[in-house]
């Protein structure tokens, strides 16, 4: 167990900020997935400045389950809202930027493997790992800047935790 000071704070997923279908629990960092859309954000956006790396284990699958980043301004009860304002990497390894699949063919994911995401917010870039074996091609967007980590599924099997950096997984 880690010492909270106010230097050593870590995100978590917002119970504020998700779709009523999505479960929270271990912490707010394990999310269990609802029968329709169902996105939850986290508690502190992404810095403006700086490298951030979070992780998502995948603990049960389902067939429509994304994570990665969304602008700050979508609230995670909104579906139709969040859909142009996605940086995501989903289950079947698709990498989805807004409505649109930019990347598809990398490695799907299942239970036990552990997605990483990495932001540069002074490039900007964004990168996405399986079990720390980078997936699909760097992304560099001008649009890269007031993003919030966030995972969202269609299904109820659908569970993930998340690592943002209090205590690793490995």
């Not at 859909?83 to 930027?97: C, K, P």
């Not at 079990?131 to 001008?142: A, F, P, R, V, Y």
């Amino acid at each position: 167990q880690a010492t909270d000071t106010p230097t050593n704070n870590f995100c978590t997923l917002n119970p504020l900020n998700k779709h009523s279908g999505a479960t929270l629990s271990e912490g707010n960092l394990r999310v269990h997935g609802a029968s329709g859309y169902a996105p939850c954000m986290s508690t502190i956006p992404i810095p403006i400045k700086g490298l951030w790396y979070a992780e998502c284990k995948v603990i049960s699958s389902a067939t429509n389950w994304v994570s990665g980043i969304y602008r700050t301004t979508i609230r995670g009860d909104s579906h139709a809202d969040g859909d142009d304002a996605r940086m995501v990497y989903d289950i079947t390894g698709n990498i989805i930027i807004s409505d649109e699949t930019n990347d598809t063919g990398n490695a799907s994911l299942s239970a036990n493997d552990i997605l990483g995401i990495a932001v540069d917010m002074d490039t900007p870039s964004l990168k996405f790992y399986k079990n720390g074996s980078q997936e699909g091609d760097t992304i560099t967007s001008s649009t890269l800047t007031t993003y919030q980590w966030q995972f969202g599924s269609d299904h109820n099997d659908a569970i993930a935790e998340w690592n943002f950096g209090n205590p690793p997984f490995t």
